[in-house]
Nanobody, 121 residues
């Protein structure tokens, strides 16, 4: 089994910054893509950023130039540096990872429990 644990959420003023972390633990052989999603109440889950195992990144248009996704493969951890935060960034952020637990098993997708980000003055 694999667990993803997010941290780093909280309350920040507009224009401020936060750094989210998501650490994977458990039965891990390799981790392929890692992602950050967010979901506001009553809305569909939105893909915020993706980083592949080789470090290629993709961002939602709404966060380009403000958010940066990165990963530390030695720590099985993905980060989301969020700068120039806006009130509309307020919601719960979830991490997601494609994990192969042993070489002969297929890749499975796992989710973290979510961390609240609130941008307000």
């Amino acid at each position: 089994q694999v667990q993803l644990v997010e941290s780093g959420g909280g309350l920040v003023q507009p224009g401020g910054s936060l750094r989210l972390s998501c650490a994977a633990s458990g039965s891990i052989f390799t981790i392929n893509a890692m992602r950050w999603y967010r979901q506001a109440p009553g809305k569909q889950r939105e893909l915020v950023a993706v980083i592949t195992s080789s470090g290629s990144t993709t961002y939602a248009d709404s966060v380009k130039g403000r958010f940066t996704i990165s990963r530390d493969n030695a720590k099985n951890t993905v980060y989301l540096q969020m700068n120039s935060l806006k009130p509309e960034d307020t919601t719960v952020y979830y991490c997601n990872a494609d994990v192969r637990s042993i070489p002969t098993m297929p890749v499975r997708q796992y989710w973290g429990q979510g961390t609240q980000v609130t941008v307000s003055s």
